[in-house]
């Protein structure tokens, strides 16, 4: 069997809507647009978790970001937790992983190097750096805390400011020149862009049209019953009340990164094709969460709110040219922890390890195949988790990021939340203030969730909720523990009288018989006939 290459490309911070496929008329996104008619672009796909970490960790194992706790920005996969790069390295695959990847824990030593045969390297450092904190403002002015970075100017030479995406891009394009001719291989290239702060090269933001961007939600006001951590980002980051030709240029800006997103997705569909290799790759571009982008006055994300510009995000597969899909857009329910068991799928492999997610091959083989009847997605942290903010990572009262920490200290600000969604509604359960409730179709400005019309259809998601966390809540090691040590053998059978010599020698039978002690006892008693 022939099996096919994996390329996984995964930008940061995309919203579902800024492809142009998806309706968004003001995007430039041809690449992305030409993948889904060749495979599938779903257009209902959920993320778990609505920041980076959470995401990605669930997303490459299949797992929910409760099944295991990796539910916060600082707690990643541990040694002994497989994942996408496990599974593929164990079946043969030459893997390749850029290093913006938020999945795996860094404080092992040669963890990373276990499952993953080439990091995508670059020796020069980032030039395209955020704008000096003086010329975000004043700290008191509206626009300190707004992300809005703008134009890259460029380099004194006159040459083209180059961010890390470029130097990743070459050198994800050097690794699939170099890879090893005879091994398929499984390749992760994770973007920064298009992740705040908003800021573009000149090219690119004149390729969006302002006329055609698409109108914003509004800003949220006290009556809309939302929850305190969007009042108060709203208040905090000050850009609610500006005019909405200045909220436009933040989404002009965002729109011009993804494009260049897109450029650099091109870039690796040409060498693909030089190679000769496009055919037999299966290509997936796929966000680990949204932007708020203005949309209820508010700007980049937080960890435990819902609306679909944070958990809507972008899903496209690419299949190998043999297998057969109904390509182009895909209505069907899909979440990201779909990637694992689709990938799998897609190289011939099985595992045996628990995880919950669902080959998405079928639905695309046939777009009316229902896939989930519902999604998911949570974030947020109990009382007193102080641990599981981010106020250990970056926090200072100028960083851009002060004012989402300072909320996470608020323990019903940052309460522990969770969505479920269906084609047509999407609930939120809230721990310690009021529950959110919705009909997407109809937006998601106004919360029902205390609208007595609503109240069967929210019993009836909540116990929907209910089986979902029973059937997810755990998820048992597949590696065995030991129980019964040297030590602790010798210790228990020295605690009964026997001479410590002897029982080293007792231990040491049984090793050698595979006995416990209490089978070892019986043994004796039998041969003696006691």
């Known amino acids: 069997m022939n099996r096919p290459n994996i390329l996984i490309i995964n930008p940061d911070q995309m919203r579902a809507d800024s492809l142009h496929h998806l309706g968004c008329e003001a995007a430039s996104t041809p690449n992305m ?62 893997t390749v992983s850029s290093t913006r990847g938020d999945l795996m824990a860094g404080q092992y030593k040669d963890y990373h190097r276990k499952y993953i045969d080439r990091y995508l390297m670059f020796d020069r450092v980032r030039v395209c750096a955020s704008v000096p904190v003086s010329q975000r403002g004043e700290p008191d002015s509206d626009t300190f805390f707004s992300f809005l970075d703008g134009i890259v100017q460029p380099r004194k030479n006159g040459k083209a400011t180059r961010s890390i995406d470029d130097l990743c891009v070459e050198s994800a394009v050097r690794a699939i020149h170099e890879r090893p001719k005879k091994q398929p291989f499984f390749m992760f290239v994770g ?161 045996s390890r628990t995880h919950f997610s669902k080959s998405l091959l079928p639905t695309m083989r046939d777009k009316t195949t229902e896939h989930r009847r519902f999604v998911c997605s949570e974030g947020g942290r109990l009382p007193g988790e102080t641990h599981c903010s981010e106020m250990n990572l970056f926090l200072n009262e100028n960083d851009r990021y002060a004012p989402r920490q300072l909320l996470q200290a608020d323990d019903t600000a940052h309460t522990k939340a969770v969505m479920i969604r269906t084609k047509d509604f999407k609930y939120v359960l809230r721990l310690g203030e009021n529950d959110e409730f919705y009909i997407p179709s109809q937006g998601e400005q106004l919360n029902l969730a205390q609208d007595e019309r609503y109240m069967p259809i929210i019993q009836n998601m909540k116990e929907d909720l209910l089986l979902w966390y029973v059937q997810t809540c755990d998820s048992v090691p597949e590696h065995y523990d030991d129980r019964f040590t040297d030590a602790f053998l010798q210790n228990n059978i020295a605690a009964v009288g026997v001479p410590m010599p002897l029982a080293k020698a007792v231990t040491r039978i049984l090793r050698l018989t595979g006995k416990t002690p209490a089978q070892f006892i019986d043994m004796i008693r039998k041969k003696l006939n006691v």
Request: charged share 25%.
């Open 191 to 351: 973007l920064n862009d298009p992740h705040p702060p908003y800021q573009t090269e000149q090219k690119y933001y004149d390729r969006i049209d302002p006329d055609k961007l698409q109108i914003r939600i509004p800003t949220i006001a006290d009556s809309d019953g939302k929850p305190k951590m969007e009042v108060g980002l709203r208040d905090a980051l000050r850009v609610g009340n500006w005019s909405e030709d200045r909220l436009k240029e933040i989404r002009r800006v965002y729109l011009a990164m993804c494009a260049k997103v897109d450029d650099q997705i091109g870039t690796l569909i040409r060498t693909l094709k030089a190679e000769g290799i496009y055919d037999n790759t299966a290509i997936i571009v796929l966000s680990d969460h949204g932007d708020y982008t203005g949309d209820y006055g508010i700007v980049e994300k937080c960890q435990n709110c819902f609306p679909d510009c944070l958990v809507n995000v972008p899903f496209i597969i690419k299949p190998p040219k043999n297998v057969r899909v109904d390509s182009g857009i895909n209505e069907q329910l899909t979440e990201l922890t779909d990637l694992c068991a689709t990938v799998h799928e897609l190289a011939g492999i099985q595992v």
């Open 33 to 94: 647009d030409r993948l889904c008619y060749e495979g599938v672009s779903f257009a209902n796909a959920y993320c778990q978790n609505p920041v980076c970490v959470p995401s990605r960790c669930s997303f490459m194992t299949g797992l929910y970001p409760h099944t295991k706790g990796h539910r916060t920005m600082s707690h990643l996969l541990q040694p002994n937790e497989e994942n996408l790069f496990s599974d593929m390295k164990k079946a043969g695959y030459y």
